[in-house]
């Protein structure tokens, strides 16, 4: 939804426009390829809290406009990128699962791409303060988030302290012009 709201902020025939509605398309395939994964796996207790301060969290991405919109897509985006691939290493159990791997490795690669693209679209705008302290902010509370499932993460062999370390911190290049 992020995506296409972005989009519409455009012409309909902007290369912008169709660039994020390329992204949100992705975003579409990723929701369902993750449904797909979760199928697959037994049913686990349902805690509402993480879903709860997901759902309050990604309303407030919105606030101040398109530019610091971009900005915190960009610095989430690259937050799960460096969570996948702590999910991703070679020795972890989801490597032993080459139907997971392969969906997860594709998701790693398209969100890459995507924290390429809201980063340039964003630097688009002009480096402001506003946008780095709105993406670093953005990162701290999907790290506050994630530090819920701090259990599921040392199940996958991911040290959720080091883990949460990581994702708080906007890495030094992300918004640098």
């Known amino acids: 939804m992020a995506f296409d709201g972005l989009a519409e902020c455009h012409a309909q025939d902007d290369p912008t426009a169709r660039t994020l509605r390329d992204i949100a398309a992705e975003e579409r395939l990723h929701d369902r390829l993750i449904r797909q994964v979760q199928s697959g796996l037994p049913e686990a207790a349902q805690d509402r809290s993480p879903i709860e301060a997901a759902r309050r969290f990604h309303i407030g991405l919105v606030r101040g406009g398109p530019a610091l919109h971009l900005a915190r897509i960009a610095a989430l985006d690259s937050a799960v990128c460096l969570m996948f691939g702590r999910l991703l290493r070679h020795d972890g159990p989801v490597a032993a699962d080459p139907e997971i791997l392969s969906i997860l490795r594709r998701i790693h690669r398209d969100e890459a ?65």
């Open 113 to 177: 791409r995507h924290v390429r693209v809201t980063r340039g679209l964003a630097l688009d705008h002009g480096l402001t303060v506003a946008m780095r302290d709105a993406a670093a902010a953005a990162r701290g509370g999907l790290a506050a988030i994630l530090r819920l499932a701090g259990d599921a993460f040392e199940a996958l062999h991911v040290d959720p302290a080091v883990l949460d370390r990581d994702l708080s911190r906007l890495p030094d290049g992300l918004l640098k012009t």
